[in-house]
């Protein structure tokens, strides 16, 4: 899903980059106010994972790549967006500025669609289906959450006139489907198993009973 340099041209990854500064001001501002010492070693653990499995690439047509993410996870745990696009803004700084994992130019478009569209579908998709079932609901946020990226980043790269939108919708939408399978059960393990073990960890949002008990 990294979106590497030359596809995304100026001056549209401008706009990218703009929209990326003002969401991670307020990504920052929630953790200022939302973040305490119980909170802060989880989400570097959590962080270095999601930097790990993200490292994981499957080569897709067209120049992209397909991986897991993580968002949802993070925005679960930590009951709110923001939490997801802070901690993925950070592993997708990183992996650009060292490793050069996606483009310095498409920066601004890949923390849009990993951080901002994975972490608020996920988030409103597992609060919207919370009630019903708990381990349901985690699985389908986390799967919607990496299967809109992909359509976003496909939409994108066709208004940049990267590659044909159909194409584009087909090779992302079904590569990160499939993905999104593994993606789902992976985060069901570990919010049920965060919960059982450390319920303490969550907010007053997030009830150990949601997710463990259905």
């Excluded at 996606?102 to 601004?108: E, F, R, S």
């Excluded at 789902?184 to 303490?200: F, H, K, S, W, Y």
């Excluded at 969550?202 to 949601?210: A, D, G, N, R």
């Amino acid at each position: 899903m990294h979106v590497p340099d030359g596809l995304i041209l100026f001056p549209q990854y401008l706009v990218y980059y703009a929209i990326a500064i003002v969401v991670i001001f307020f990504a920052l501002r929630w953790a200022r106010n939302s973040l305490d010492e119980r909170a802060i070693p989880l989400l570097a653990v959590l962080s270095a994972g999601i930097f790990a499995i993200q490292a994981m690439n499957i080569p897709i047509p067209f120049g992209t790549s397909g991986h897991m993410m993580g968002a949802a996870l993070i925005a679960i745990i930590f009951a709110s967006p923001w939490a997801a696009v802070l901690v993925l803004s950070i592993v997708l700084i990183l992996q650009a500025v060292i490793f050069g994992d996606g483009g310095i130019t498409a920066l601004g478009v890949n923390i849009f669609n990993m951080g901002v569209v994975g972490g608020f579908v996920g988030f409103y998709v597992y609060k919207g289906l919370k009630n019903f079932n708990g381990k349901a609901a985690v699985f389908t946020a986390a799967w919607a959450s990496i299967f809109f990226a992909a359509i976003a980043a496909a939409f994108e790269l066709a208004m940049a006139g990267a590659f044909p939108l159909d194409l584009g919708l087909f090779y992302m939408g079904g590569f990160h489907a499939v993905i999104g399978l593994i993606e789902g059960a992976i985060t069901v393990v570990v919010v049920v198993a965060l919960q059982n073990v450390r319920p303490d960890l969550f907010s007053l949002e997030q009830k150990p009973s949601e997710v463990a008990s259905k």
